[in-house]
């Protein structure tokens, strides 16, 4: 069993920050590739940022310059720091993995249970 817990959502202003935090936990042998989704209400889950392992990043184009994801192997973590959040940012982001199981060394690709992120003044 692999879960992933995101937190750090809530309410931000427009212009202000906010940190993303998730922590994968379980049977867990290694972690490849981590990113942050959104969904917005009505709309479709999209890709906000992805790292792998060796640290290498994508980002949407929406969150360029605004948003940085990163990792900590040793911990099992990815974060997102939001700089000036818009309110077209208001989202419930999800993190997932890649990860490999330790007991079987299946690959497989949990979701946590999401966070909101409302942006408003």
């Known amino acids: 069993q692999v879960q992933l817990v995101e937190s750090g959502g809530g309410l931000v202003q427009p212009g202000g920050s906010l940190r993303l935090s998730c922590a994968a936990s379980g049977s867990i042998f290694r972690i490849n590739a981590m990113g942050w989704h959104r969904q917005a209400p009505g709309k479709q889950r999209e890709l906000v940022a992805v790292?792998?392992?060796?640290?290498?990043?994508n980002y949407a184009d929406s969150v360029k310059g605004r948003f940085t994801i990163s990792r900590d192997n040793a911990k099992n973590m990815v974060y997102l720091q939001m700089n000036s959040p818009q309110p077209e940012d208001t989202a419930v982001y999800y993190c997932?993995?890649?990860?490999?199981?330790?007991?079987?060394?299946?690959?497989?690709?949990?979701w946590g249970q999401g966070t909101q992120v409302t942006v408003s003044s």
């Open positions: 997932n993995a890649e990860v490999v199981r330790t007991i079987d060394a299946r690959t497989l690709a949990p």
């Open positions: 790292i792998t392992s060796g640290g290498k990043t």
